[in-house]
């Protein structure tokens, strides 16, 4: 497990955290990080708004980049989350401006919605804007070989399909690392244990995504399909995340080293909750931009040392 001696929520920020526990709402925890985020450092930072990798509207992406001259940046490709069915790259800009600050040539995607789109969209598209992102990104200073994938929530979800299941992926498939925060990872988990878990039924997010009549649940569940080999990984979740995220992050992160010779950090952000530690990402708080950070610079170190 990950600990880091960094600094971490302000007094006042943790006791709101504190306040909400695991019943945040995303709409709570955004108003009340973006007084928080409103004198971001935007400067000597480019911005390229709405790129498409693909022909449908939602498969756009933005590129936030460090205006400075240089070359062979590290690049993190950032999935926003949404259940499945709501979300966009605009509710992370903040990770944008932070990311490029860091020196990451730092691309936030969208990608299609359920419920008209289904398993495995998902992976699908982010396996389409990483390769797009193989073409385009030395215009902006990265290095195709130092990209790093990661997600949240549902995000992370189709992170993990496109990384660890190989029929996702083209033959020319190569990324540095990925690193995965409160994503659902077994579908069929959290189709048999919603009483358990404190999920409705009917689901709204599943449901949408990966259908009520699905003949094996076992087929769409990340954790039964890993084929992929071991690679940099950092799996994590929050401290006051949602059960069904907490039982998922282990789950994930038990089969990947039982079965699959994965060697993965996990990470657990002290305090936090689903929607908090990517909406702090900015901020003072450094309880997930330390791991983060440095888990990039590792992959990019790592895949310059292989080239």
């Not at 790129?51 to 756009?60: E, M, S, V």
């Not at 073409?135 to 992370?156: H, K, M, N, T, Y």
């Not at 690392?177 to 959290?190: H, I, M, R, T, V």
């Not at 990340?222 to 282990?250: K, N, S, T």
Request: with cysteine.
């Amino acid at each position: 497990m990950i600990h880091h001696p960094h600094q971490g929520p302000a007094p006042e920020v943790l006791a709101q955290l504190r306040s909400w526990g695991t019943l945040a709402s995303m709409p709570d925890v955004k108003a009340f990080y973006s007084l928080r985020l409103a004198g971001q450092d935007r400067t000597e930072i480019g911005l390229a708004s709405d790129l498409p990798y693909g022909a449908h509207p939602r498969q756009r992406m933005d590129v936030y980049y460090p205006q400075a001259p240089g070359s062979e940046r590290p690049v993190l490709l950032f999935l926003h989350g949404g259940g499945f069915i709501r979300g966009d790259k605009a509710d992370r800009a903040n990770l944008g401006w932070w990311g490029a600050r860091q020196g990451f040539v730092t691309v936030l995607a969208n990608y299609r919605l359920a419920p008209e789109v289904t398993w495995p969209s998902g992976a699908q598209d982010v396996v389409a804007a990483c390769q797009r992102l193989h073409e385009l990104c030395r215009s902006f200073g990265g290095d195709p070989q130092a990209i790093v994938l990661a997600g949240e929530s549902a995000g992370a979800a189709h992170v993990a399909a496109a990384v660890l299941i190989q029929s996702f992926q083209p033959q020319n498939w190569k990324i540095a690392g990925a690193f995965l925060l409160s994503g659902p990872y077994d579908a069929q988990l959290e189709r048999l244990a919603r009483s358990a878990l404190g999920i409705p039924t009917p689901d709204p997010r599943n449901d949408a995504y990966f259908g009520v009549d699905q003949p094996d649940w076992a087929a769409a569940s990340i954790v039964e399909c890993i084929d992929a080999a071991p690679f940099p990984l950092v799996v994590g979740m929050a401290e006051r995340d949602l059960p069904q995220m907490q039982v998922q992050a282990g789950a994930l992160f038990s089969r990947l080293v039982t079965r699959h010779g994965f060697q993965p950090d996990f990470l657990v952000l002290p305090e936090h909750n689903h929607f908090s530690a990517a909406a702090a990402l900015g901020t003072e708080d450094e309880s997930l931009a330390r791991p983060l950070a440095e888990f990039v610079r590792s992959c990019a170190a790592k895949s310059a040392v292989q080239a």
